[in-house]
């Protein structure tokens, strides 16, 4: 597949993960949203509260960074720090949720007014520790990192169902996959 339609299959992905992500943080009880998986893994406020940041201070912000600015550095980010730092967990879902929807759709509406084609995508600086970080690296790992918060949000939602249920969920296949 050429990059270009790569570069076309990721933002209808992007699109799609909006629908995704609206519907996994669909009618979550107040519990299951402060709940663990284990004590030091994220509960569901923490995932959405970093979604939200990574939506609009690295992906859509570096990816548009290395096009726009390239051989220059964009601002440093602590993604994990964050968490904490920006109290996460104290803040309100919906209304996390409702500003993850709009980032999204400011990130898919600007994707969309570019000309995928003519993208520079190897356009970008030279990181100090893990070497040149391009566009197309950004772009990239932006949908690979939906994917990976995706399933951590169904892990939630079946670590979840399998506490409150208080039974072994073997039937429903192989659980090893969600431990």
């Known amino acids: 597949m050429q990059q270009n339609q790569i570069a076309k299959f990721i933002l209808q992905q992007l699109k799609a993960n909006r629908e995704i992500f609206a519907r996994l943080f669909q ?3 107040p519990e299951m949203v402060q709940w663990r998986l284990k004590a030091d893994q994220w509960n569901m406020l923490e995932i959405v509260g970093h979604l939200i940041d990574e939506e609009i201070e690295d992906f859509r912000l570096r990816t548009k960074w290395t096009i726009e600015r390239p051989n220059t550095s964009p601002p440093p980010i602590d993604p994990v720090g964050w968490v904490l730092s920006r109290a996460y967990s104290q803040r309100d879902f919906q209304s996390q ?3 993850f929807n709009l980032e999204r759709e400011k990130s898919i509406t600007w994707l969309a007014s570019l000309d995928l084609e ?3 995508w190897n356009s970008g600086y030279a990181h100090p520790k893990l070497g040149h970080l391009d566009a197309w690296h950004y772009f990239t790992n932006w949908l690979a990192h939906d994917h990976h918060h995706i399933r951590q949000i169904n892990r ?3 670590g979840y169902l399998r506490e409150i249920v208080e039974k072994d969920l073997y039937y429903a296949g ?4 969600f431990q």
């Open 156 to 158: 939630l939602h079946y």
């Open 27 to 29: 009618k979550t009880t």
């Open 174 to 177: 192989n659980h090893l996959v």
């Open 118 to 120: 003519s993208i520079q």
């Open 97 to 99: 949720v409702d500003t």
